[in-house]
């Protein structure tokens, strides 16, 4: 019998043990199988820090490298300094890369680093408990916002992409979700033009993909999907914000 499906080479053999309804599954698939279809899996070096994108080193078949909460770009970029060529990449939560790694995620971006980052935004911190992140949308209850995030008091969620979209040194700047599957193909296209940025050498690239979290919503995974559709994408700006012209000719 032919096989027509099976399990990307980007991927070891290890099951996810993410949380039910969780999405970081489908995204990791997906990064997985970018590098494996642009044969790079062997040329890969991935970044993640502390938090639920921490699990991705026993799940990527790329070598991969821990880092300190928020610190990832700063290790990649010593990694991609050391060794240029090198694929590099870091895989973040929003809590950590729109929170305590903000620094970084501009500096890297203004740079003009050459590696590629994606941040996955389920707008809460999600491995500590769920409490209120600066992706965190207005009334939004979490374990620290028990009446809902107050913006007059913690301010308005940041739509990071568009922050880093209007730095000269990020090249290609997308805004995708995994909420449903014609969603999810444009994630992948997103994904694939973010390695390819990088292996052309262009600039930074980033990759902002909203994700769920049944957990901390108190949410089932479909009942999740849905709050996804209905309360994030009419905040966060979607699809490719910034893509100069030598990324548009890749």
Request: aromatic fraction near 8%; charge should be neutral; charged fraction near 15%.
């Amino acid at each position: 019998m032919e096989k027509v499906f099976g399990r990307t080479q980007g991927l070891t053999e290890l099951p996810f043990h993410y949380c039910p309804g969780c999405t970081h599954g489908i995204i990791h698939r997906l990064v997985g199988e970018v590098m494996e279809e642009l044969a790079i899996i062997g040329d890969t070096i991935g970044v993640a820090p502390v938090g639920c994108a921490g699990f991705s080193l026993d799940f990527f078949s790329c070598d991969f490298v821990g880092a300190a909460h928020g610190r990832a770009q700063a290790v990649a970029t010593g990694i991609k300094r050391a060794l240029p060529d090198k694929i590099v990449f870091t895989y973040q939560g929003d809590g950590d890369i729109a929170a305590i790694g903000t620094s970084h995620a501009i500096h890297v971006a203004a740079r003009g680093e050459k590696i590629t980052s994606i941040m996955v935004n389920n707008a809460v911190f999600g491995m500590t408990g769920g409490q209120m992140a600066p992706t965190t949308l207005s009334g939004q209850v979490t374990t620290t916002s028990p009446y809902g995030r107050d913006c007059a008091v913690a301010g308005a969620p940041i739509d990071l992409p568009k922050v880093i979209a209007a730095l000269d040194g990020a090249v290609y700047v997308a805004a995708v979700s995994v909420d449903s599957p014609k969603n999810i193909i444009q994630a992948k296209k997103a994904l694939l033009k973010a390695f390819k940025v990088q292996q052309a050498g262009l600039g930074f690239a980033f990759v902002s993909i909203l994700s769920t979290c049944p957990t901390n919503w108190r949410l089932s995974p479909v009942d999740s999907l849905k709050w996804l559709q209905d309360n994030m994408i009419p905040v966060y700006q979607m699809g490719e914000l910034k893509a100069t012209r030598e990324v548009e000719a890749l």
